[in-house]
């Protein structure tokens, strides 16, 4: 049966169904129906919601929890995610699995409240100092926002690192219809590194991110390295509308796509023939599925949709590679990439 | 042949990597002591932080964490919500607790985390190469206080029991300095009562211990020691600031 669900409630509940029994936040707009849904629903499932004084204090918390064998979450907006990227370099080194959602704003700076997508180079380039990346998955409803938030958990553990849910405040703020489905559960490994108290039955364990000696520190590199190239064989994930037969390629995620949907539909009306390519996971970025589409002998150009000036118009680039011309609709501060702009820009570009 | 002493099973058999005279080795075995006695070795998770004693997760014998510059306070949090069963400690220097993680340990003692922090007091930067912490006295000189700390632009040092004991959630917050038997005896008396209140669920537990650095001080260990006697007691006195 389907429920009316609000998308931070959703995220939030998904959480709980997800075995999330500790959520460490600290107050944001546009994501603040997170913290107040956990703090009213976790003590009667026997969970802890702790109100941080910070975000930097509340990943950091995280950091403890998930260390002490917990499956553990965290939100925030834009600059709050700027604040715990401290904490989410420190867990990828840890290789500690966590869940963090981020429902953008507009930036930078204070910026605004309205919906953005211009933390995109921030959540798939890694965000703090270092090597490493974190997946980053990113829902284009409520449906999904529940259902993704659920499966960052499994992969944050199967992993054993840090997952970003990246939405932005329409989704958190959107209702829409749902139905609660638990996704297919994978094996997890058992948490044998957690410091959950030795009892005097095995070595003590440290959970820890300093490597001083500098063979030790490339070698933990290249061991998340491998890991990283494991996930994009295993995990990438993208999803595409009317693309087979296109001339004309968007490539939008989350809200955008939702924009950029409606301008294929626009331009399918008038002969075109239209068609949206959907990152779902935006790292590992769906590069070889992407450079495949544009390849068809039928296509004749690429536009980026995104409500930022231009930020994973790289990744497009880069999956393209020159064999097709990219271009782009960037509205950002806020704003939204509307479907006339889209049909416009495609009706331009093939004349 | 009947042992008279040997190194406290809460200690790994593991050489520091601590400089001659430092008084981090002192207090790192009043810590284990006090954890052996209590039986609680094996459980107790301690959170290591960033400065001379960020290497302390391979000298304690019980499950460690180590945390990011002045996050103790918080990763300590995060352990004991999940494992209130356990015991949890920080173990902090002063850059790290009073200057980075001055958030972190207030709002831990608030919130009145059951963990117990071992707050130590050498008033410089000791791993970084010394420089001004925000608990180097006046006049002190210091890496980047090359003319000694001066009131005026610098302010005055910071004292973090007299400040943490005016927190409802602290319930236990003593000044101790490890420098002498006497002083040394007390230190763990005092860090073995933190414990033991922590384990009782009283609420967050302090214990600030006064610490030489003799290499970043340029003294030698026991003209170090007099230096700590002569100033640094006089500006924070030793004694019970919460019980």
């Given at each position: 049966m389907k429920e009316l669900w609000k998308g931070n409630e959703a995220v939030a509940e998904a959480a709980m169904r997800a075995g999330c029994r500790y959520f460490f936040g600290y107050p944001i707009t546009p994501q603040n129906e997170i913290p107040e849904y956990l703090a009213k629903h976790m003590p009667a499932r026997g969970g802890v919601f702790v109100q941080a004084e910070s975000e930097i204090a509340a990943i950091n918390m995280i950091y403890g929890a998930s260390g002490a064998g917990a499956r553990v979450m965290t939100s925030s907006s834009s600059p709050g995610i700027s604040l715990k990227q401290e904490g989410i370099t420190y867990l990828a080194c840890a290789e500690l699995p966590a869940v963090i959602v981020n429902m953008m704003r507009g930036g930078p700076g204070l910026g605004n409240i309205a919906p953005s997508q211009a933390d995109y180079y921030q959540a798939t380039r890694g965000g703090g100092n270092g090597d490493y990346r974190t997946i980053v998955l990113a829902p284009a409803s409520i449906q999904e926002a529940a259902d993704f938030t659920q499966e960052a958990f499994d992969l944050a553990d199967v992993y054993r690192m840090p997952v970003i849910v990246l939405a932005d405040g329409t989704i958190g703020q959107m209702m829409e219809a749902i139905e609660w489905r638990t996704p297919p559960r994978r094996e997890l490994p058992a948490?044998?590194?957690?410091?959950?108290?030795h009892r005097g039955e095995r070595p003590h364990n440290i959970i820890n991110s300093l490597f001083l000696d500098v063979a030790d520190c490339e070698e933990q590199n290249c061991r998340l390295q491998e890991r990283y190239e494991l996930i994009a064989e295993r995990e990438t994930r993208y999803e595409e509308y009317m693309a087979e037969d296109a001339e004309v390629l968007f490539v939008a995620y989350g809200t955008s796509a939702r924009l950029a949907r409606a301008a294929v539909l626009k331009l399918r009306a008038q002969g075109v023939k239209a068609g949206l390519f959907r990152p779902i996971t935006l790292w590992p970025f769906p590069e070889v599925a992407l450079h495949a589409r544009a390849a068809m002998?039928?296509?004749?150009a690429v536009i980026a949709a995104e409500m930022s000036t231009g930020q994973m118009i790289d990744d497009v680039k880069l999956a393209v590679n020159g064999i097709r011309p990219v271009y782009l609709v960037g509205r950002s501060g806020g704003a939204m990439p509307m479907p006339m702009e889209l049909v416009e820009l495609a009706l331009e570009v093939l004349a | 042949m009947k042992t008279v002493y040997q190194r406290s099973k809460g200690l790994m058999d593991a050489p520091t990597h601590y400089c001659p005279g430092c008084t981090h080795g002192v207090i790192h075995k009043l810590v284990a002591e006090t954890l052996e006695e209590l039986g609680i070795i094996g459980t107790t998770v301690g959170v290591a932080p960033v400065g001379c004693s960020v290497f302390s997760y391979n000298y304690f014998a019980c499950d460690m964490q180590e945390a990011a510059h002045g996050r103790a306070p918080a990763v300590a949090t995060g352990i004991k919500r999940v494992h209130p069963d356990l015991a949890v400690f920080t173990y902090q220097g002063d850059g790290d607790?009073?200057?980075?993680g001055t958030a972190e340990i207030v709002h831990a003692a608030m919130r009145g985390e059951k963990i117990t922090t071992i707050f130590v007091n050498n008033a410089i930067y000791g791993m970084t190469g010394g420089q001004m912490a925000p608990t180097t006295l006046v006049g002190q000189k210091a890496t980047t206080a090359p003319f000694g700390r001066d009131k005026e632009r610098q302010g005055s040092p910071l004292r973090m029991c007299e400040m943490l004991a005016?927190?409802?959630?602290?319930v236990y917050a003593e000044r101790v300095a490890a420098v002498d038997v006497p002083g040394i005896l007390k230190a763990k008396r005092a860090i073995k009562k933190a414990f033991q209140l922590q384990l009782e669920g009283a609420g967050f537990t302090f214990v600030e211990v006064l610490s030489t650095c003799p290499t970043n001080w340029g003294l030698t260990p026991r003209d170090a020691i007099a230096w700590l006697k002569e100033n640094m007691v006089p500006y924070f006195p030793l004694g019970v600031y919460k019980q």
């Open positions: 948490k044998e590194w957690a410091t959950n108290g002998p039928s296509m004749k | 607790l009073a200057a980075i005016t927190i409802d959630g602290c």
